[in-house]
T-cell receptor, first 110, second 117 residues
Framework: AQRVTQPEKLLSVFKGAPVELKCNYS??????LFWYVQYSRQRLQLLLR??SRESIKGFTADLNKGETSFHLKKPFAQEEDSAMYYC????????????FGTGTKLQVIP | EAQVTQNPRYLITVTGKKLTVTCSQN?????MSWYRQDPGLGLRQIYY???????DKGDVPEGYKVSRKEKRNFPLILESPSPNQTSLYFC????????????????FGSGTRLTVV
């Protein structure tokens, strides 16, 4: 069975401070990991995929297979980063099941 | 504009009255899925479809039905809604890939807020 854990329901940081949103997963095979963001009253949007190793809006995430983690990081938080963030996992190359974590609400304090 | 369209955005209904939430995508995506979003539980997959006429259960399929007669449409049917199906529902689609191509990730609809009284 695959599982995604986001241990923090709420993360509050001051503007300009570093951000790290934690995501841990369990899956016996080769996973693909994603981060999605949901701004207030908007639909979920894909933020980034581990396979592309890209940086979107200053966010990065590195897949650590040893620690089974995919934490989302940003060096300097902005007010517009306040949103719900969801980590998601799917089997590599497959769609049989896409599992989301319970989400972390990021609150950036001005 | 490439998008996933859900209707209605808001719906209040009574227990037992059959309803359908529609979902349509214009990106020629093979894969479509329905999720419900509840506070503290995140997104839970209800059903998914790999292609036309191919559907399968997700984590919480009880009380729901789906059909995939056309590639672009993936309606969610509640034959006899109950109050515990009050939730925010999202439809999502994606290009299908094989094991050699990385997953592209989902495009989500705007959501349907359903209240069953």
């Amino acid at each position: 069975a695959q599982r995604v854990t986001q241990p923090e329901k709420l993360l509050s940081v001051f503007k300009g401070a570093p951000v790290e949103l934690k995501c841990n997963y369990s899956y016996s095979g080769s996973p693909e990991l994603f981060w999605y963001v949901q701004y207030s009253r908007q639909r979920l949007q894909l933020l980034l995929r581990h396979i592309s190793r890209e940086s979107i809006k200053g966010f990065t995430a590195d897949l650590n297979k040893g620690e089974t983690s995919f934490h989302l990081k940003k060096p300097f938080a902005q007010e517009e980063d306040s949103a719900m963030y969801y980590c998601a996992l799917t089997p590599s190359g497959g769609y049989q099941k896409v599992t989301f974590g319970t989400g972390t609400k990021l609150q950036v304090i001005p | 504009e490439a998008q996933v369209t859900q209707n209605p955005r808001y719906l209040i209904t009574v227990t037992g009255k059959k309803l359908t939430v529609t979902c349509s995508q214009n990106m020629n995506h093979e894969y479509m899925s329905w999720y419900r979003q509840d506070p503290g539980l995140g997104l839970r997959q209800i059903y998914y479809s790999m292609n036309v006429e191919v559907t399968d259960k997700g984590d919480v399929p009880e009380g729901y039905k789906v059909s995939r007669k056309e590639k672009r449409n993936f309606p969610l049917i509640l034959e006899s809604p109950s109050p515990n199906q009050t939730s925010l529902y999202f439809c999502a689609s994606s290009r299908r890939t094989d094991h050699t191509i990385a997953n592209y990730g989902y495009t989500f609809g705007s959501g349907t807020r359903l209240t069953v009284v």
